[in-house]
Each structure stands twice: as structure tokens, then as C-alpha cells.
Antibody, heavy 118, light 107 residues
Framework: QITLKESGPTLVKPTQTLTLTCTFS??????????VGWIRQPPGKALEWLAL???????RYRPSLDSRLTITKDTSKNQVVLTMANMDPVDTATYYC??????????WGQGTLVTVSS | EIVLTQSPDFQSVTPKERITITCRAS??????LHWFQQKPGQSPKLLIK???QSFSGVPSRFSGSGSGTDFTLTIDSLEAEDAATYYC?????????FGQGTKVEIK
């Protein structure tokens, strides 16, 4: 059974750095073709892809957020971590991690709502 | 960036009705188009992958078609539990993009 779960702060202040952890089970990020991605969704709005990290440690970011995002993986802990610097109120959203297998977001975590406010 | 445009934005339908949602890509994406269903307060669930392949466990009333720039999600004999927002998503090129969503309401 494949599961993913996001964890991190629910409230961050403007200019702070957000750190989110995706803890997963039921698959290995060392398997060829596997990746874990992060997607966010502002309240009442559409989905927006943020970043991907592949089994071979290749990393890809949304171009408009490239300078603010960092994605890493810890294979031994079955975790992927996303950091986003210089948070702003417009970054308020539910953040999801998802298993990307053969370029398909097949399984998603439950999401975690992050509010940016002073 | 590949822009995905869905239509309609909103649809109100009665149970057992058949509905069609379209997704148009701003450039050709072969069949790298996937459909998700998102119910309020829940994470998106994969329905259709690679334009027309049903994902495991998805009811057979959901089907997809298309290639290139034009794609369709069809729900036959709509049920009350199908009330949700539906999103298309392309994995043909980075950055990965999603459509704006189509909200389906059951009358």
C-alpha cells in the first residue's frame, strides 16, 4: 500500500523559510523511474506544480520559483524535503506531495495547509 | 509553459446524466494528459492516465480520449458521489501544468 504524508508548520511569518517533509511508504525513491513531487493549491484555486526529485537525484523546479525552492531526499528515511525561502502571504496554500511514477502523479498525500501571516 | 484550458468552468447536472469536460493544450502533448478528481477537503485522485487509460479502481463510467492538443473526460450515468472538481494535467514537458478545473455540481 502506497502512502504519503506531509508535515511541517501550519503558520509561517513573511520572509521566513518554510520547510515541509513528505514521509512515504510502499515504494522506494531509489527505483528507476520514480520521483516525488510537490504541488500546492491556494484556497479556492487550481493546482500548481512546484518541484520534482528523481530516483537519480535529478531535481527540477517551477521556473518562477526556482530561486526560492530546494528539494532533497533521504532514501534511508523514505523522506523528501521541500524548502521555500522568503515566504509571502500569496504563498498561503495547501501543499501536497505525490508519487510520480512514469511521469504520472499516481498517489498523493492528504496535504498540509500553510498560512503565511505576521 | 504549456497552458491547459478546460471547459466548462462549472456544470450543474442531474444524476444519470452524461457529461463531457474538455481540456485543450496550448501545444501538442501527444497523450501525456491525465485527469484528476478532487472532492472538497480531499487531495486529488487520479482517474485517467495517458489520455485514455483508466487508473486502478476507477469506476468504468469514467473514460478519457484525445491526443495532441484536444482531450475529453466523459462521465457516463453520473452519480451523486461524482460531485467534485476535475483537473487535467500534462506531463509532456516541464514545468508540469494543470488546467484551471471544472466544478461539477449535482442538482
Amino acid at each position: 500500500q502506497i502512502t504519503l504524508k506531509e508535515s511541517g508548520p501550519t503558520l509561517v511569518k513573511p520572509t521566513q523559510t518554510l520547510t515541509l517533509t513528505c514521509t512515504f511508504s510502499g515504494f522506494s525513491i531509489s527505483t528507476v523511474g520514480v520521483a516525488v513531487g510537490w504541488i500546492r493549491q491556494p484556497p479556492g484555486k487550481a493546482l500548481e506544480w512546484l518541484a520534482l526529485i528523481y530516483w537519480d537525484n535529478d531535481k527540477r523546479y517551477r521556473p518562477s520559483l526556482d530561486s526560492r525552492l530546494t528539494i532533497t531526499k533521504d532514501t534511508s528515511k523514505n523522506q523528501v524535503v521541500l524548502t521555500m525561502a522568503n515566504m509571502d502571504p500569496v504563498d498561503t496554500a495547501t501543499y501536497y506531495c505525490a508519487l510520480d511514477s512514469d511521469s504520472i502523479f499516481a498517489y498523493w498525500g492528504q496535504g498540509t495547509l500553510v498560512t503565511v501571516s505576521s | 509553459e504549456i497552458v491547459l484550458t478546460q471547459s466548462p468552468d462549472f456544470q450543474s447536472v442531474t444524476p444519470k446524466e452524461r457529461i463531457t469536460i474538455t481540456c485543450r493544450a496550448s501545444q501538442g502533448i501527444a497523450t501525456s494528459l491525465h485527469w484528476f478528481q478532487q472532492k472538497p477537503g480531499q487531495s486529488p485522485k487520479l482517474l485517467i492516465k495517458d489520455a485514455s487509460q483508466s487508473f486502478s479502481g476507477v469506476p468504468s463510467r469514467f473514460s478519457g480520449s484525445g491526443s495532441g492538443t484536444d482531450f475529453t473526460l466523459t462521465i457516463d450515468s453520473l452519480e451523486a458521489e461524482d460531485a467534485a472538481t476535475y483537473y487535467c494535467h500534462q506531463s509532456h514537458a516541464l514545468p508540469r501544468t494543470f488546467g484551471q478545473g471544472t466544478k461539477v455540481e449535482i442538482k
